[in-house]
């Protein structure tokens, strides 16, 4: 009795499985085990991840790795997926300082312009000028009140900033009431002697002057033309409770304007797009060229920037020249991104429209063969590569219940979209596009503008939920879930994601239903796309008529969301979708482990 194993190094995850073959070469499947990948595929530092994951994997049936008899790994093909994100629409970046926060208290409603003084140099003040005064919080809220008071005697005095939260100490010992905001970190950047506008909301409402362009134009007495250079500002401010916008002196604004630019697709014909068609005209460009052998950008521009990063940073992981390196596949999505506002004073970011990218980057062949030797020299086992990454995901695909020839498989993975069709012969068609689960984390994080991929990652994994009582929460669908027994506090108020064994708070402040129309947005712009285009690749006479049974395979396949969406799009076509069951208990996982077993005794037998 033999012991085999199959292993498939993938993007982001090594799989393992386990088949036991006796003398007569019956084959039976015994464990399987998934890692992370260990380094860029095909190098040998994926020895690190396999090793590792055949030990889980023998250990599960209380073997040692060194009974193993031969290892099959993948002929890996040498594609390797990476995204990246630009605001490549035209980005102007106006150097004007603004102030908008959400202070949790902050005083009087209602909006001021005036010039800025700092409450030290009250006594410089002039009558007739309307001021807005600066108080550090060096000064306490008693004697700010006192002097504001006895100033208001002589000065007009229309609105003030404060460093400190007081504002509402502050305005409670006022005679003349003002709007006043408070909780400016950075007052001593403030320029004093310059025009600013402050606007504070009343409660529960959100500023609404100085959230509007002509609002802004208005209070700050702007021409057309500066009006337009403070549009990023105004976005930026929208939502917010209070907000200080300063008029910088307009000699001194610096503008910075990055264009878009053109995308060159070089294939069977030369095409070109602009990126500020959008991504349904860049795709609609990409797939009329015909097969590509590589896509580039204008230089000098956003996308040109974006298009040779993502060479560069391949080349350095694979040690090729960036100039071998060619990009053979795109995926664009129109996406918004948190742009950093010039000249803010708290870090203020507004969302533009942008556009993101997966490439698909074609490399030399993958040395598939340095992992075996490497492989045969740590554990002293015969390695053996075998057989192409979709042929052997098609051969796994098919160990799922209710699967028959001709079969299309979708292999969902981490940087690419993967398909194949296996015929009745035997014979594979395959392709991989561009844009998977990789670039949904992406999109989720920069749409979201959350902090950290992770955060990203169990947004798209969980479904959420928002604790609305110690005894209940309302499920994104609407329903209510009530607990048997209280939950602790800490739940109360907040958006949890549902993990398996626990419930993950959500510590960015979004609201739930925006979270979910997001994910899935991101979702259904990224598969639903990529499905389609990679079937109708496949598929013979290049049309999805001719193709009758779909099965999803990968880590994406995974999804709570993703196979509903693409079972939902493909009932148009009469096609049989689902998520694979990989030797009936792997769910959309191991097929291509699976597959590599398969193929080796039956290669024995033929
Ligand atoms: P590869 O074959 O390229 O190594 P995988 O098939 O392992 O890739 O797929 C990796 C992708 O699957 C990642 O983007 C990961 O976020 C995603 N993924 C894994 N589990 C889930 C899940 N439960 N729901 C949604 N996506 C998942
Ligand atoms: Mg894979």
Redesign the pocket.
Known sequence: MKLIAGV????????VCIAQMDSEGRMRFLSSS?RA?TGT?GTIANTAGIINGLEVAMERIGKNVKELSLICINEAAPVI?DTAMETITETIITESSMIGHNPSTPAGAGQATGTILYMQHLEDGKTGIPYIVVASSKYSYESIAETINSYAKKLSIVGMILQADEAVLVENRLEQKIPIVDEVKYVEKIPEGIQAAIEVALVGQSIRMLSNPYGIATLLKLDANETKKVTPIAKSLIGKQSAVVIKTPFEHVKENKLPAGEIYFLGDSKTSVNVDAGADKIMEVLSQTGKINDISGQSGTNVGNMLRNIKKGMGELTKEEASEIKITDILAVDTLAPVQIFGALAGETCMEKAVGVAAMVKTKQLPMEKIAEELKKRLHIYVKVAGVEAVMASLGALTTPGTKLPLAIL??????TDAAIINENGSVVTTHKAG???L??MLIQTELSLSTRHIA?EI??YPLAKVESLYHMRLENGAIHFFEEPIEPKYFGNVVLLHPDKMIILEDDIPMEKIVAVRREVKKKVFVRNAMRALIEVAPEHNLRNIENVVL????????E?PEMLMEEFANYKIVCGRGNIRAIEGP?NA?ATGLVMSYIGERHD
């Not at 292999?411 to 690419?416: K, Q, T, V």
């Not at 395979?553 to 709570?560: E, I, L, Y």
């Open positions: 498939d190094i993938g993007n982001s995850t090594t799989e998934s990948t595929k997926g292999d969902l993975g981490g940087g690419s998977a689960g990789e949904v984390s990652e798209k994994k395979v990968g880590g994406s396949a995974q999804d709570f993703v996982r291509v």
